[in-house]
Nanobody
Framework: QVQLVESGGGLVQAGGSLRLSCAAS????????MGWYRQAPGKQRESVAT???????YHEDSVKGRFTISRDIAKNTVYLQMNSLKPEDTAVYYC??????????WGQGTQVTVSS
């Protein structure tokens, strides 16, 4: 029922920056939390960063100090600012919306490729 559309991925050199956007079809405050996940070839999908309904943020250890999750409630959008990108950050990045109590919603993903 809820649609999530990711954008902002692309090809960037190591040390560069990208800003990912996740636009939701409804208020993001209806979700218990929103998050960014990534999946590299041959690896399991992993959490990158989450933001709760209250606005608390959490970041995976490997991206702390480099990535920042934020939101614009009026625009129903969650962002992931990615700085100091490394080749190991290369993956498909997915947006997730978890309403608590029933199944989560996922976007279709956006490719991030970091060249060395």
């Amino acid at each position: 029922q809820v649609q999530l559309v990711e954008s902002g991925g692309g090809l960037v050199q190591a040390g560069g920056s990208l800003r990912l956007s996740c636009a939701a079809s409804g208020s993001i405050l209806s979700m218990n939390y929103m998050g960014w996940y990534r999946q590299a070839p041959g690896k399991q999908r992993e959490s990158v960063a989450t933001i709760t309904r209250a606005g608390n943020t959490y970041h995976e250890d490997s991206v702390k100090g480099r990535f920042t999750i934020s939101r614009d409630i009026a625009k129903n959008t969650v962002y992931l600012q990615m700085n100091s990108l490394k080749p190991e950050d290369t993956a498909v990045y997915y947006c997730k919306a978890d309403p608590r109590g029933y199944g989560a919603y996922w976007g279709q993903g956006t490719q991030v490729t970091v060249s060395s």
